[in-house]
């Protein structure tokens, strides 16, 4: 079973609507017994990091996070705002966040290069593998998905970048460590690869092997 987390995030549905066409019996779920039980645990959702945090410490479920699912071996996938709260913090209202990774999220410059750089980046773009993950098995590299955001993260190391993408400036769209996978995309607004992706985080064990 596949637990996503509920934490009274917005598009939790969406997700839940994308697995149950994959075939995979998923639940949105805030009980620390169904979320310990589960085979997977996802992280989704659109919103401001601050809020995210404070839902997230206000039920417990951040150190449940990563002391019990991270810290458990359990695999973890972030989505979106998912990607932005598992490092130490954010610019988007000074957040502290769940410091799980290394690293900052940082917004979007409105210039760049001389030119206006809209914000936030609402559309497809490209996704440029850097190194292998056992979530992309089966989507070529340079497949295009769907981003809402604003915010982009800056891993601390370059060996938790799983994934680059260019707005403006080139960033980390997937990042990872041991049993823990994150997309700043919408996996489940982005068609046929980003289900494939969602299968395969289904699917996966955990490990990198």
């Known amino acids: 079973m596949i ?13 839940l609507r994308a697995l149950d066409h994959t075939g995979f019996d998923a639940c949105i779920t805030r009980d620390f017994e169904t979320i310990r039980r589960a085979d997977h645990v996802i992280l989704p959702g659109v919103g401001a990091a601050r809020a995210t945090m404070h839902h997230l410490r206000a039920r417990g479920l951040d150190k449940l996070i990563r002391e019990e699912v991270i810290g458990g071996g359990i695999p973890f996938l972030g989505i979106c705002i998912g990607v932005q709260v598992i490092f130490a913090s954010s610019e988007e209202e000074e957040a502290e966040c769940l410091g799980i ?10 210039v760049f290069a001389g030119e206006q750089l809209k914000v936030p980046q609402i559309g497809w773009n490209q996704v440029r593998f850097c190194r292998p993950h056992p ?6 590299d340079g497949a295009s998905f769907y981003f809402v955001n ?30 823990l996978v994150a997309t700043q995309f919408h996996l489940e607004k982005s068609g046929v690869p980003g289900l494939r992706m969602l299968e395969n985080f289904c699917r996966w064990d955990g490990s990198l092997c």
Do not use: H
């Not at 987390?5 to 939790?12: A, T």
């Open 3 to 15: 637990a996503i987390l509920d934490y009274e995030g917005g598009n939790l549905a969406s997700v």
């Open 101 to 110: 990774l290394p690293g900052s999220v940082r917004r979007f410059p409105s």
């Open 135 to 140: 979530i992309f098995s089966g989507v070529e």
């Open 150 to 179: 604003s915010y982009y993260p800056v891993p601390a190391s370059e060996e938790l970048v799983y994934a680059k993408t260019t707005y403006g400036v080139e960033f980390a769209s997937v990042v990872g460590k041991g049993n």
